[in-house]
Structure formats: structure tokens, C-alpha cells
């Protein structure tokens, strides 16, 4: 997939653009994608960074990376993308002008959009309004449900098997691989401690079986209560794996919630805990 971060760098071609933030890329977002692919024009997709809400002050805790949205628009057969800076002036645009300036501009022939679809200033633009400027448009029924909304809530919660139902993959972390203090490898199970953005959605505190670069996955995600932590850790215990992880971006998925974090009475009953949840991991299957 081609990616553009400004108009001169896109061609105009007769296209099918999606247009949003996509955050997370749930299920309603991957309808649209494929009402989108399956047009017959070159599959576009339009989205924003940073978040919009994030440039009008409002806190948001993402459910992906835009690195991680654009891998999976490219999966999902998206031809090209344009990422668009939000800022406030952009936001300021007269539904009107940004349709003619970024929809018109590349070559839009259709544009494909969940009904709620809204755009410009003061969220005026619609897809009516786009129909009256001569664009086509089809609408994606908006899936029952399915919001980013209450994917956070559920993720926030712990319940990513849940979440995964409505983001139509495993619920994810996402970080770089950074030293730690190295505890794991003297317990005999050495971590790859990730160092997550700080405008990503991290689970709620607790143990879980999932799977990373390939390898079935104990993830550890809280304070380490057992050795008096306060500071959040994200560490990954990969089964079978051997390799120097440091600087590397890795993304984890978490397939299930195995228990919540907990002190124990030594570090022989801490060392069986964590075997114990080793083999939940490798029993694990993906949602």
C-alpha cells in the first residue's frame, strides 16, 4: 500500500475514498473497508492524525498506532492512503471547501461511509452534501454495537476476548522493546519489557495468554505487586523464543485475561504461578 502524507504526493485517479480516523479498525470500520475494495475504482482510504478530538483537547487513549492502522489497512487491500495532519484549521474548513480541496482533489468518484459519517466544521458535512457536489456515495450500515467506544471500555475492563469480538482480531499492545530489571531472567523466564506511546489504550492490569512475532505469549501488564512496584510495566514472556529484542516496535495480541495480579507468600509460589500461567498461554486459543 502506498501511503501519502500530502495532496502533491497523490495523483488524481478516478477512486473510491473512505474517509475517517478509523481508530482500531473494529468491525463497523471493516465493513466499510470492504464496500470500499470491492467498488472497481483504486481503493483510497483517507484518515487523519493526530486524533481529532486529541487536537480539540479532548484526553483519547488509542486503540492503535497510526503505524499499526496503516499494516492494517494495507491487509485489509487498501491501495492507497493519504494521512491528513488534523489541525485546527483543517477542522475550521467549510465542509464545502475540504470536500473540493482533499475529496475532489484526488480523483473521488465514489465515496463510501457509515451513515453517521460526519465532517468539517462544526461536523456540518454529510454525505447529502457530498451528493449535492456531484460525488457518489454509498452508505455501510452502522454494525449493532460495534463502537470504539465500547471496545475500550471492554479493554479497559480486561475482557479482551470480548473486545476482540468487535474489533474482529485479538485485542493488541503495542510498544518498544526497552531493558528492565531483568527479575524474569533470574526467575527463569525472561520478558521483553515494552514501552508502550503514551496516547495508546493499554488493558487493564492483569496476566494474559496471547501470542507475539509468532510465538505463544504470557503477558504480564500492572505494577509487580509482589516486589512493592508503582510503576506500569508491559512484559512479555515469549515461549520458545530466543533472541535480543532491545529497540525492536513488537505488537502483542492478547487473546484471554488468565487471572488478576497478585503478591505471593515467596518467590517459589511466584516461579509455580507463573509456570502454571505459561501453560494457560500455550493452551490458549485466538479469539
Not at 503505524?67 to 475550521?92: K, M, N, S, Y
Not at 452534501?129 to 454495537?145: D, K, Q
Not at 496476566?207 to 512479555?236: C, F, M, Q, T, W
Not at 530466543?242 to 488468565?258: A, F, K, N
Amino acid at each position: 500500500m502506498r501511503v501519502a502524507r500530502s495532496l502533491a504526493e497523490l495523483e488524481r485517479r478516478p477512486r473510491a475514498v473512505a474517509l475517517g480516523t478509523f481508530d482500531g479498525l473494529h468491525v463497523g470500520h471493516r465493513a466499510v473497508i470492504a464496500e470500499l475494495v470491492s467498488a472497481g475504482l483504486v481503493p483510497t482510504v483517507l484518515t487523519f492524525h493526530p486524533h481529532p478530538r486529541e487536537v480539540l483537547g479532548y484526553e483519547v487513549q488509542l486503540l492503535a498506532s497510526l503505524e499499526r492502522r496503516l499494516e492494517l489497512l494495507a491487509a485489509l487491500e487498501v491501495d492507497e492512503t493519504l494521512v491528513v495532519e488534523f489541525t485546527p484549521e483543517l477542522a475550521a474548513l467549510e465542509p464545502a471547501v475540504f470536500a473540493r480541496s482533499y475529496v475532489e482533489g484526488i480523483g473521488a468518484e465514489l465515496v463510501v461511509a457509515a451513515e453517521s459519517f460526519r465532517f468539517g466544521s462544526g461536523r456540518r458535512g454529510d454525505l447529502g452534501l457530498l451528493e449535492r457536489l456531484g460525488l457518489r456515495t454509498r452508505v455501510v450500515p452502522l454494525v449493532a454495537g460495534v463502537s470504539s467506544s465500547r471496545i475500550r471500555q471492554l479493554v479497559l475492563a480486561g475482557e479482551v476476548r470480548e473486545a476482540a469480538a468487535l474489533l474482529g482480531r485479538p485485542v493488541e499492545v503495542e510498544g518498544t522493546v526497552v531493558s528492565g530489571d531483568a527479575r524474569g531472567g533470574t526467575l527463569g523466564f525472561p520478558t521483553a519489557n515494552l514501552r508502550a506511546d503514551r496516547s495508546l489504550l493499554v488493558p487493564g492490569f492483569g496476566i494474559y495468554a496471547g501470542e507475539a512475532l509468532g510465538h505463544r505469549a504470557a503477558v504480564s501488564i500492572g505494577v509487580n505487586p509482589h516486589y512493592g512496584g508503582d510503576e506500569r510495566r508491559i512484559e512479555a514472556f515469549l515461549l520458545d523464543f530466543e533472541s535480543d529484542l532491545y529497540g525492536q516496535r513488537i505488537v502483542v495480541e492478547l487473546w484471554e485475561r488468565l487471572r488478576a495480579e497478585a503478591a505471593f507468600g515467596s518467590e517459589a509460589e511466584l516461579v509455580a504461578q507463573i509456570a502454571r500461567d505459561v501453560e494457560a498461554a500455550r493452551a490458549a486459543t485466538r479469539p
